[in-house]
């Protein structure tokens, strides 16, 4: 069998073909995990913020029905009956604040003032007209101590409305 010089070349040249060979592979190897790497953490992110988004729009929903019951109560004096279904949404709330990292303090803001506003309720009159001056004056300042710790909740719900509508924009 008679050798050419090509054969002779590719010979002589294997080791050195393998090396580059060997070289390209790892390179293209290295390049494909941090590829990988890059993939795998923009998925992460995505499906992080899409959890997010869902707990906000929960707390979103959360503080539009506590407004809309507050809008319901306002002017009006309360008894332990008629803030019953707030409470229901300061709990709510409460736990939507310990998942959102984002607004937790907005959150806990709202939950201090329905404490605040929860602790007003009213006794029930039994008649305005046998009650005597000082009682009815000292339920009238109560009733205007429920209606301040109204607004401020329903200032504190505002902001952490506001909030909100912040996080979804960025």
């Given at each position: ?7 002779l ?8 073909v ?24 923009w998925m ?13 729009d929960d707390?979103?929903n959360?503080l539009?029905?506590t ?8 002017q ?14 300061r709990?709510l ?5 310990d ?9 806990h ?22 009650v005597?001056?000082?009682e009815?004056d000292?339920?009238?300042?109560r ?12 200032r504190a719900?505002s902001r ?10 960025a």
């Amino acid at each position: 069998m008679i050798l050419s010089s090509t054969t002779l070349a590719a010979g002589a040249g294997s080791p050195v073909v393998a090396a580059l060979s060997g070289a390209v592979t790892a390179a293209l190897a290295l390049l494909g995990i941090r590829h990988g790497r890059q993939v795998f953490a923009w998925m992460k992110k995505n499906r992080d913020t899409d959890d997010n988004a869902k707990d906000l729009d929960d707390a979103d929903n959360y503080l539009k029905e506590t407004f809309e019951k507050l809008c319901e109560l306002a002017q009006k004096p309360c008894r332990a009956g008629d803030l019953a279904p707030l409470r229901r949404l300061r709990n709510l709330i409460k736990a939507s604040a310990d998942q959102l990292e984002a607004i937790r303090a907005e959150l806990h803001d709202v939950a201090e003032h329905f404490e605040g506003y929860l602790a007003t309720d009213l006794p029930q009159l039994t008649s305005p007209a046998r009650v005597p001056q000082a009682e009815l004056d000292a339920y009238m300042e109560r009733a205007m101590k429920q209606e301040h710790a109204r607004m401020e909740l329903e200032r504190a719900v505002s902001r952490a409305q506001q909030r909100i509508r912040v996080l979804r924009k960025a």
